[in-house]
Structure formats: structure tokens, C-alpha cells
């Protein structure tokens, strides 16, 4: 069956560090890739994307993230960390033919200031 | 341009009563989705309607029932609310790419539900 993970639950950083949030897919046909960010109260709004390409993808908000097919994983990155990012992350793979996707479970972020 | 809008934001229900959340979107997408939200779980979807017309199940349909009414609106139906409905409830649409491929969902700001 098709699975999503975000091995971490919470992850703590200080202002300023950098960060990176892990994801890792289960099936193995090409999948389409997002990371979502949830402020408290909020919808969920997106990062960034990957379908195809160049494997390194940027996004809003000085987010990165990179696909490893090797690793079936995506990554998300940001060299440097503002309290304003505190928020909880999530990962959500799909599939063509599919017109849906599934999410992670969610990595929750804070930011000591 | 509202983006995605649900009704209620908030609503208490006794186990048994009945109830529709309503959802609409503004940017003529055709997907629809409606997905839980519990602590831990991440967000699971309910149901889904890839176009116009259509409707299928997600991870979790059962106590749950969907209407597609138009291009703009998708409803979730409570039959017989149960405790634990408990829940976060999100609406979202999307424009899906060629080929059903998944494309960015852009969500509602949700719904917060207990049935007691």
C-alpha cells in the first residue's frame, strides 16, 4: 500500500539554524511530491512541488527541498530558520491517474527564539 | 476572490443529530476533496470528486456521505453523528493536472466539529 512518512514528530531549532524536515515514500512509480505548511487555526498552504526535472526544487518562504529516488525520499530544507516558521510541516506524495495524494502525518516545528 | 470557503467554522452535534458542511471554490477547479484532521494522524481523506459529476471514496468514508452540487460547491454529509467524528474537517479543491495527475490543493480554513 501506498505510505507517506515523516519520521519526526516535533523537531526544535533555534533561530537562525538550519533546518531539515525528513520524508520518505513507499511506491515505487514516479511519484508527485508536496510539502504543505500549517500555521495554528490555518488551512494548509503550499511550499513547493515536485513533478520532474531538476531534482532540486525551491519554494516560498526560502524553502527547499530535494528528491532521491534512490532514498524514495524529499526533503525539506532551509539554511536559516525565523520564528515566524514555527508551524507544523506536512509531507504529501500522488500519483498520476490518481487525482489524489496522501499526507504524512506531520512534523511539528518550533523555533526558540 | 475568496479562494476556498466552508461553513460552519465551528458546530456541536449530540451523537445521532445530523449535519452538512458546506464548501466553495471561486477559481473553477474541478477537484474537490474533504479530509479529516486528528491529532497524530495527519490529515486523511474522506472523499473526493475529480470532476464535476463525480464522486469517490477516500481512506475513511464510512459514516459519511458527499454531494457534488455544481462546478463550485462540494457538501459532507453526517447521517448519524458518532463521537468520534471528533474532528477537524478541511475542504479543498484543485485544478489536477492532464492524465488525473495530482496537482496543488489550496484548502478551506476548516471546520472544527464535536459530537458529544
Known amino acids: 500500500a501506498q505510505s507517506v512518512t515523516q519520521p519526526d514528530i516535533h523537531i526544535t531549532v533555534s533561530e537562525g539554524a538550519s533546518l531539515e524536515l525528513r520524508c520518505n515514500y513507499s511506491y515505487g512509480a514516479t511519484p508527485y511530491l508536496f510539502w504543505y505548511v500549517q500555521s495554528p487555526g490555518q488551512g494548509l498552504q503550499l511550499l513547493l512541488k515536485?513533478?520532474?526535472?531538476?531534482?532540486l526544487v525551491q519554494g516560498i518562504k526560502g524553502f527547499e527541498a530535494e528528491f532521491k529516488r534512490s532514498q524514495s525520499s524529499f526533503n525539506l530544507r532551509k539554511p536559516s530558520v525565523h520564528w515566524s516558521d514555527a508551524a507544523e510541516y506536512f509531507c504529501?506524495?500522488?500519483?498520476?491517474?490518481?487525482?489524489?495524494?496522501?499526507f504524512g502525518t506531520g512534523t511539528r516545528l518550533k523555533v526558540l527564539a | 476572490n475568496a479562494g476556498v470557503t466552508q461553513t460552519p467554522k465551528f458546530q456541536v452535534l449530540k451523537t445521532g443529530q445530523s449535519m452538512t458542511l458546506q464548501c466553495a471554490q471561486d477559481?473553477?477547479?474541478?477537484?474537490m476533496y474533504w479530509y479529516r484532521q486528528d491529532p497524530g494522524m495527519g490529515l486523511r481523506l474522506i472523499y473526493y470528486?475529480?470532476?464535476?459529476?463525480?464522486?469517490d471514496k477516500g481512506e475513511v468514508p464510512n459514516g459519511y456521505n458527499v454531494s457534488r452540487l455544481n462546478k463550485r460547491e462540494f457538501s459532507l454529509r453526517l447521517e448519524s453523528a458518532a463521537p468520534s467524528q471528533t474532528s477537524v474537517y478541511f475542504c479543498?479543491?484543485?485544478?489536477?493536472?492532464?492524465?488525473?495527475?495530482?496537482?496543488?490543493?489550496?484548502f478551506g480554513p476548516g471546520t472544527r466539529l464535536t459530537v458529544l
Open positions: 477559481m473553477n477547479h474541478n477537484s
Open positions: 470528486s475529480a470532476s464535476e459529476g463525480t464522486t
Open positions: 479543498a479543491s484543485s485544478e489536477a493536472g492532464g492524465q488525473g495527475a495530482p496537482d496543488t490543493q489550496y
Open positions: 515536485y513533478f520532474s526535472g531538476d531534482t
Open positions: 504529501a506524495v500522488g500519483y498520476s491517474g490518481t487525482y489524489k495524494y496522501i
